[in-house]
């Protein structure tokens, strides 16, 4: 009868297994593209994304896996095959990417911004001028290089421009990227030129690019609650779906924690030390390089994996446990900060926007332990709880953990 209920038990740490070894083992293999709009003059508009080439044609092809896996799928093409499939991909990219140009001067709303969202949704806008862009960039010859291995990680990096005129009378703009390229880091520059008689002065230009109007708009409330949410949002992420060393790191202090108040000092003390290496790595304090940090997270990971194993089959606790997680929050601190830089921080609110992302992270770790803890509480007071479940679950996150760190070092 014992048997019969455990065996799904069983079955569903064996399926996560084999879904969390299907993925990447890198927690930071989700990109964050970066996109550059230059607005010349009122007359032109040049967008240019920056993607990683694999990465785009895997998320395309729906392969999950490492990027082995895309480049084995592509190499099975046709020279035609694989020069259809860039001509389709940057079709879609083409078609998905929109731009939004709005005169807000002609607009009488109240809230602007707020009307500006509807009537892009709606379309119905007669202020609003909708344009599709047409992408340039996705090449033959350039796949063919890292097919065959001739390019290092930094050429797998390409760059899809378009090009085009701005409508007349129009001074905002609004840009919808496709979902293809996930998140992305939006730069608007607005480069000027003016042609000077020798010896005379020049026009003036502003400081701001915005207008005396809209700069005294940007320091509002509401403004810095967007941004504010808008880093919680990234850090969130970073823990739930993409962290999933993090995810593993947290679900072994809680299944190794018996009472309440030790997960509580447990948890403290790791988000105390990536809350310090997070601001020292951002700042450019501290500085370590992703292929020390990654295989470090995985081992700080097999390392309480096993230690939970150990101290649940000796029936005691560990005195040494809480400096050993500050130690590993430590490496983890520096995981994130890697994050947060691709993501990049506004320098008009560096702090606000550096603490907000740590709120996401903390917030991603308890609704980890939440959503843990909801589903075991079913078999907590069980017999076999800590003899079964809770070992094939420590035995599941050292073996997890032990292949990344396998795979990270090779």
């Known amino acids: 009868m014992l048997s019969r209920r455990i065996s799904p ?14 993925l990447s083992s890198f927690a930071h293999s989700e990109d964050i593209n970066q996109a550059t709009l230059s607005l010349d003059n009122h007359e032109r508009y040049q967008l240019i994304v920056t993607v990683d080439f694999i990465h785009l044609l895997k998320k395309h092809l729906d392969i999950t896996g490492d990027d082995y896996k895309v480049i084995e799928a592509l190499n099975q093409l046709s020279f035609i095959e694989q020069k259809k499939l860039l001509e389709n991909v940057e079709a879609i990219l083409s078609r998905q990417t929109k731009l939004y140009f709005t005169d807000t001067e002609k607009r009488t709303d109240e809230n602007i911004k707020e009307s500006i969202k509807e009537s892009i949704k709606e379309s119905t806008d007669q202020n609003l001028q909708q344009k599709n862009v047409v992408f340039k960039g996705l090449q033959l010859q350039h796949l063919k290089q890292i097919l065959s291995q001739q390019a290092n990680l930094a050429d797998y990096k390409t760059q899809l421009r378009a090009a085009g005129d701005i409508p007349q009378e129009i001074n905002e703009v609004a840009v919808r990227f496709p979902p293809l390229f996930g998140d992305v880091l939006l730069n608007v520059i607005r480069p000027q030129q003016a042609m000077i008689s020798s010896g005379s002065l020049s026009n003036s230009y502003q400081i701001s ?4 109007n809209t700069r005294a708009s940007a320091n509002t409330v509401t403004t810095k609650i967007q941004l504010a949410a808008d880093y919680i949002y990234q850090g ?20 190794f924690a018996k009472r309440r108040s030790a997960l509580i000092w447990q948890v ?10 997070l601001a020292l790595g951002i700042y450019g304090i501290v500085t370590l390089s992703s292929a020390i940090v990654e295989p470090l997270i995985a081992l700080s990971i097999v390392y309480v994996g096993l230690e939970n194993i150990y101290r649940a089959k000796k029936g005691t606790s560990s005195h040494t446990r809480l400096p050993i997680i500050f130690a590993f929050g430590l490496l983890h601190g520096l995981g994130f900060a890697s994050v947060l830089g691709d993501v990049g921080l506004p ?30 509480y079913p078999f907590k007071h069980k017999t076999w709880y800590q003899t079964k479940l809770v070992l094939a679950l420590n035995i599941a996150i050292a073996v997890i953990a032990t292949y990344w760190l396998i795979e990270r070092l090779t």
């Open 9 to 22: 038990l069983y079955f569903f740490i064996v399926l996560l297994t084999t879904s969390l070894f299907s």
């Open 209 to 212: 690019a915005d207008s005396p």
């Open 236 to 255: 969130f992420v970073h823990i739930l779906p993409r962290g999933l060393d993090h995810i593993l790191f947290v679900l072994a202090l809680f299944l």
């Open 268 to 277: 403290s003390a790791f988000t105390l030390a990536h809350t310090i290496t």
């Open 347 to 376: 320098p008009s609110q560096y702090l606000m926007s550096l603490v907000s992302f740590n709120v996401g992270v903390e917030l991603g770790q308890l609704t980890v332990i939440a959503l843990a803890f909801l589903s075991l």
